[in-house]
């Protein structure tokens, strides 16, 4: 395809050499799809250090929620840095505590709540699973199949979306079950209904077989699921989940680290189907970039624990609690009706896609959290996982950052505050990378 947004051969020379100083000196652990080397970035689009222009649909996993330095965000950021820029958690400072009001206001929970403060989604879930373990007093947990929660040796152990984050870290915190977690377009139970089935198996033969709901302490869940695919749960799972817990004493706990602060145009993604959690966890799309994470808990679980039970030393700074409060403040006034009313402009123009391109299988999300499902044919629905990579690797040589996700899930995840006509920008690349892909594959006769 040829293109107007890319000036140089990619990877250009200072990417290549920038590429080649990171592997001296940096980690290989990190996961990298593509040779993109960002030089600086305003709203959706971003430029490489070669002078590449990119539209960014991948927002830094779904982290830029208001786009790339937004001036509201950053100017935030230069006053609170002009004020101080670090007093930890042994101390009071004004724009925690406004923080931890402002999401007092806005949990979904229905009643009060208090904010524990952190740098990251995994660190968020730590303190979730910590709290719950001494609010219960029960030692175990269910989590589920494709969920991710972070990396550290407790979130660890509830991740399984892919099997390399687990190998050659076990054993990780124990007492973890994991069940299937309902995906209409690839139910594991037999049926129509998988929300119901995945509730049945818990309820029916989990506990009646092997564990005792009497010892679980939550249940933790992500409402939409991110990286096992994007998959949004059948209607009355979420509720169904609610009532199984309520039953046993459990506490639930949504993961919405990747799908909250707007991403779905609600301010919470649970808020899609009215269900109550006891506990959230968010990060992401919460600091427009900066590093912070929050885990709210209603006020009678979370004043269970006493004076020293949990902390940490960089939790509320001050420059990430400035930056998530003007993040709230623009996701409020305008971004989050525009997820929703771009999100649906983006699911048509990805569906009407879909008649051009067979290999489409399925499109599905809600706001800005869409993914594009790639299949080898549509009646078996066999995954495409080549495929995937392949079209996500065409598009940044097109022009357009992507991610994938789940088995052959390409995923969406622009900065909020997109318009359609970036989408119909990036529609264009996509369709143009969708074609040369293909050609790709059967020229190798890998379809």
């Known amino acids: 395809m040829k293109n107007a947004r890319i000036i140089t051969p990619l990877p250009g020379p200072l990417a290549r050499e920038l590429i080649a100083r990171d592997a001296a000196v940096v980690s290989p652990a990190y996961s990298r799809d593509y040779p993109f080397v960002m030089a600086h970035g305003r709203g959706a689009e971003v430029w490489d250090v070669d002078g590449n222009r990119f539209l960014d649909f991948a927002a830094g996993i779904a982290v830029c929620s208001t786009g790339h330095s937004h001036p509201a965000v950053v100017q935030a950021v230069k006053d609170a840095a002009d004020r101080f820029l670090h007093i930890s958690s042994d101390f009071w400072?004004?724009?925690?505590?406004?923080?931890?009001?402002?999401?007092?206001?806005?949990?979904?929970?229905?009643?009060?709540?208090?904010?524990?403060?952190?740098?990251?989604?995994?660190?968020?879930?730590?303190?979730?699973?910590?709290?719950?373990?001494?609010?219960?007093?029960?030692?175990?947990?269910?989590?589920?199949?494709?969920?991710?929660?972070?990396?550290?040796?407790?979130?660890?152990?509830?991740?399984?979306?892919?099997?390399?984050?687990?190998?050659?870290?076990?054993?990780?915190?124990?007492?973890?079950?994991?069940?299937?977690?309902?995906?209409?377009?690839?139910?594991?139970?037999?049926?129509?209904?998988?929300?119901?089935?995945?509730?049945?198996?818990v309820e029916r033969t989990l506990f009646a077989s092997n564990l005792?709901?009497?010892?679980?302490?939550?249940?933790?869940?992500?409402?939409?699921?991110?990286?096992?695919?994007?998959?949004?749960?059948?209607?009355?799972?979420?509720?169904?989940?609610?009532?199984?817990?309520?039953?046993?004493?459990?506490?639930?706990?949504?993961?919405?680290?990747?799908?909250?602060?707007?991403?779905?145009?609600?301010?919470?993604?649970?808020?899609?189907?009215?269900?109550?959690?006891?506990?959230?966890?968010?990060?992401?799309?919460?600091?427009?970039?900066?590093?912070?994470?929050?885990?709210?808990?209603?006020?009678?679980?979370m004043e269970r624990w006493p004076r020293g039970a949990h902390g940490n030393t960089f939790g509320g700074n001050p420059l990430c609690c400035a930056a998530a409060l003007a993040t709230l403040d623009l996701v409020e006034a305008q971004y989050r009706e525009n997820a929703a009313r771009v999100g649906r402009h983006f699911m048509q123009r990805l569906r009407d896609l879909a008649a051009r391109h067979a290999v489409i299988g399925e499109v599905r999300g809600k706001g800005l959290m869409i993914g594009m499902e790639l299949v080898t044919d549509r009646g078996s629905r066999t995954p495409a996982t080549a495929l995937c990579e392949a079209v996500v690797t065409r598009a940044f040589h097109n022009g357009l950052l992507l991610l994938a996700c789940g088995t052959s899930t390409v995923r969406f995840m622009p900065p909020l505050m997109i318009g359609e006509a970036d989408v119909d920008e990036a529609i264009a690349i996509l369709d143009a990378s969708l074609d040369e892909a293909g050609a790709c594959a059967t020229a190798d006769g890998s379809r």
């Open 212 to 301: 005792p709901p009497g010892e679980i302490a939550a249940v933790l869940v992500e409402p939409i699921q991110g990286e096992g695919g994007y998959i949004v749960p059948p209607d009355g799972f979420l509720a169904g989940l609610r009532a199984l817990c309520d039953r046993h004493g459990i506490l639930l706990i949504f993961d919405e680290v990747q799908c909250g602060v707007g991403r779905t145009g609600r301010m919470f993604a649970s808020e899609h189907w009215g269900v109550a959690p006891d506990i959230v966890t968010l990060a992401k799309g919460l600091g427009s970039g900066l590093p912070i994470g929050l885990m709210l808990a209603k006020r009678s679980i």
């Open 93 to 201: 400072h004004e724009g925690q505590v406004r923080l931890a009001e402002r999401m007092a206001q806005l949990a979904p929970m229905k009643e009060p709540v208090m904010s524990f403060f952190a740098q990251s989604g995994t660190e968020s879930v730590e303190a979730a699973l910590k709290l719950a373990r001494h609010a219960t007093g029960r030692p175990r947990f269910i989590a589920f199949l494709g969920g991710f929660h972070g990396r550290t040796m407790g979130s660890l152990a509830f991740t399984a979306s892919k099997y390399t984050q687990q190998k050659g870290f076990f054993p990780t915190m124990p007492g973890v079950t994991h069940v299937p977690y309902p995906n209409p377009y690839r139910p594991l139970f037999a049926g129509d209904e998988s929300g119901e089935a995945t509730l049945h198996y």
